[in-house]
């Protein structure tokens, strides 16, 4: 199959290949949609609930990229367990944003917004102008290969990655559990 | 290349991830709750995710390399989430406010 063909030719928006494209689109401004909200919404439970939309979007760009497994992954850990963690915080701390009384910060205002488009404008026109080069493929990157790199080339990664999420989980216990009985 | 054959270039994925990271660095600067910067940085690393993910499927000689470093950056991210949010919910206890300016006991 001639890779250049199937890559550079336009596809009608009804054939399987223009579809895939819609989905795509779908997705990536449902993710856009999302981060907006997560950023700029000011109420905290609404910045969450954009969050999750965000993450969604993401695990459907995750699935264009070949990866099924990492997609499951973003749905099950950020939206099933970091969002719902975050909203339970929300419930026990109640969070409003008050009314400003302090004057603002400086980077809080339309600095924010500049230094964050700079970074944006910058790392795309990097991205646009760089002559990537790819390397030829050694493997298929299916579940069955993260797996054994898992076991075998990651195992000490692997082992502390366990370790610190065990701490983490400890630690937070005794965090949150300090001063509670008075 | 047009709108609909957007998703086969390497660019559209860094220009998400950078997006992504701009959002992130925008609420960081912006928000006035602890809660609200730890939503920020969520979105941070999730940029950081897309383009790892990305290098991977474009570049990288070995696809799985690129997956395992995003596994371990969720990770790291629920670890961060967890231990923040119990310090969010022991601030709030002894200070009865989240807000990031009512917390200026170390002022000078």
Not at chain 1, 102 to 115: D, E, K
Not at chain 2, 46 to 68: E, H, K, T, W
Not at chain 2, 74 to 94: D, H, K, N, T
Request: charged residues 10%; contains cysteine.
């Amino acid at each position: 199959m001639d890779v250049s063909q199937t890559i550079y030719q336009t596809p009608s928006i009804l054939s399987a290949d223009g579809l895939v494209g819609l989905v795509f689109l779908v997705m990536v401004a449902v993710t856009i949609l999302g981060a907006y909200v997560a950023s700029t919404a000011e109420r905290v439970v609404r910045a969450v609930s954009g969050l999750v939309i965000c993450f969604v979007g993401v695990a459907g760009i995750y699935y264009f990229l070949n990866s099924p497994f990492m997609s499951m992954m973003q749905i099950l850990i950020y939206v099933g367990a970091v969002c719902v963690t975050i909203s339970f915080a929300i419930m026990l701390a109640a969070p409003e944003e008050k009314k400003k009384t302090t004057p603002a910060n400086i980077l809080s205002g339309p600095l924010g917004f500049i230094v964050a488009a700079l970074i944006f404008g910058c790392m795309t026109g990097l991205a646009l102008k760089t002559e990537w080069q790819s390397y030829p493929k050694s493997g298929s990157g299916s579940v069955r290969d993260i797996g054994i790199s898992l076991l075998t080339t990651n195992s000490m990664v692997f082992e502390l990655i366990s370790i610190i999420l065990l701490i983490a989980i400890i630690g937070a216990v005794v965090i949150a559990r300090d001063g509670r009985s008075s | 290349m047009t709108l609909l054959t957007i998703h086969q270039h390497l660019t559209t994925y860094l220009a998400i991830g950078a997006m992504l990271f701009g959002f992130g660095v925008y609420g960081l600067l912006t928000r006035r709750t602890f809660i609200g910067m730890l939503i920020a940085s969520e979105l941070i690393l999730c940029g950081v995710s897309v383009n790892f993910m990305a290098f991977n499927r474009f570049l990288a000689p070995d696809p799985a390399v690129g997956q395992i470093f995003t596994l371990f950056i969720m990770a790291i991210a629920a670890a961060e989430a967890a231990i923040g949010l119990s310090i969010v919910v022991a601030i709030y206890r002894s200070f009865k406010s989240v807000d990031t300016e009512d917390l200026v006991n170390l002022k000078g």
